[in-house]
């Protein structure tokens, strides 16, 4: 089981930029692939991207890809979500995740992870 806690999130208007932190402990976290999820208003939560264990692989929805990049350092037990070109629709809590069992990839579906964090909130504005 992970700990992780999630920071970075915030208000910004659309085109502005943010990085989202996700600070990981509990386990060998370069063990396991990591991943970003987020959860609007009234809507279920989707994934946002994944990346495999050693930082080499790494999985968008269509919706963020070109947009947000995914990354870890494993020395740190931190992945990092940055995202570019902020749109309203990207307003959302946004969650990282640990993967469940030792993937050799970037699973996308969120019953492939075990361990979540606590969310934090992006809002963008128009």
């Known amino acids: 089981q992970f700990q992780l806690v999630e920071s970075g999130g915030g208000l910004v208007q659309a085109g502005a930029s943010l990085r989202l932190s996700c600070a990981a402990s509990?386990?060998?976290?370069?063990?396991?692939?990591m991943g970003w999820f987020r959860q609007a208003p009234g809507k279920e939560r989707v994934f946002v991207a994944s990346?495999?264990?050693?930082?080499?692989?790494?999985t968008y929805a269509d919706s963020v890809k070109g947009r947000f990049t995914i990354s870890r350092d494993n020395a740190k037990n931190t992945a990092y979500l940055q995202m570019n070109r902020l749109e309203p629709e990207d307003t959302a809590v946004y969650y990282c995740?640990?993967?469940?069992?030792?993937?050799?990839?970037?699973?996308?579906?969120?019953?492939?992870?075990?361990?979540w964090g606590q969310g934090t909130q992006v809002t963008v504005s128009s």
């Open positions: 990346i495999n264990r050693n930082g080499g692989g790494a």
């Open positions: 509990g386990r060998t976290f370069s063990d396991y692939a």
């Open positions: 995740a640990v993967a469940a069992k030792t993937y050799g990839y970037a699973p996308t579906r969120g019953k492939d992870f075990g361990s």
